[in-house]
Every structure is written in structure tokens, then in C-alpha cells.
């Protein structure tokens, strides 16, 4: 499986060095594993398509994973979030 080229960091939209409010994701368990991907320097991409709300990006190794909107359990889908975290910290 060919994984994309990351998005440019220009059309991420920031505040202050955080996320703009409206880019913050509805569900709390899956907006504070995103607070901690970005703070393990992780990249967090707002990229709404259908039910995906964005991705979690690693620009040194250009690994990323999907965020969904609407997920099954957001426990779980936070759970996804901060394995992904766990794996690539150390590449950021």
C-alpha cells in the first residue's frame, strides 16, 4: 500500500501554535488523544471528506492514519490515535 505525500503545513490553519476551535474534534476522548499527537510532534491535519474528519501525519516517515468523524467508539478510535502516537514519536 503506497501512502500520499503529506498535505502542505501552509494550509493548515493555526492560532497561537494550536488548532483553530472549529478544527477541534467533537468526540473528547478523540480530541485529547489528538492533543497528544500533536504534542509528541505529530501532525494533525483537518481534512473533512464524507465520515473523515482528518488525519494524524508523521512527516519524517510520512506514515499517517485516519480520523473518522463519527466513529463506532471514541474510546477505541482515541485508543488508534495514541498507539499511532506511540509508534512514531520517535520519528518526530
Known amino acids: 500500500m503506497r501512502l500520499r505525500d503529506p498535505p502542505d503545513s501552509r494550509s493548515f490553519p493555526r492560532l497561537g501554535g494550536e488548532r483553530v476551535k472549529s478544527d477541534r474534534h467533537p468526540k ?3 480530541e485529547a488523544a ?16 464524507g465520515h473523515r474528519w482528518g488525519f494524524v501525519i508523521c512527516c519524517p ?24 502516537t506511540r509508534r512514531h514519536s520517535g520519528c518526530a
Do not use: H, M, Y
Open 34 to 49: 489528538l492533543k497528544r499527537a500533536e504534542k509528541a510532534g505529530l501532525k494533525v491535519k483537518r481534512d473533512q471528506n
Open 28 to 30: 473528547p476522548d478523540v
Open 61 to 84: 516517515c510520512t506514515a499517517q492514519t485516519k480520523v473518522w468523524s463519527t466513529p463506532t467508539s471514541p474510546g477505541t478510535e482515541g485508543k488508534k490515535i495514541d498507539e499511532f
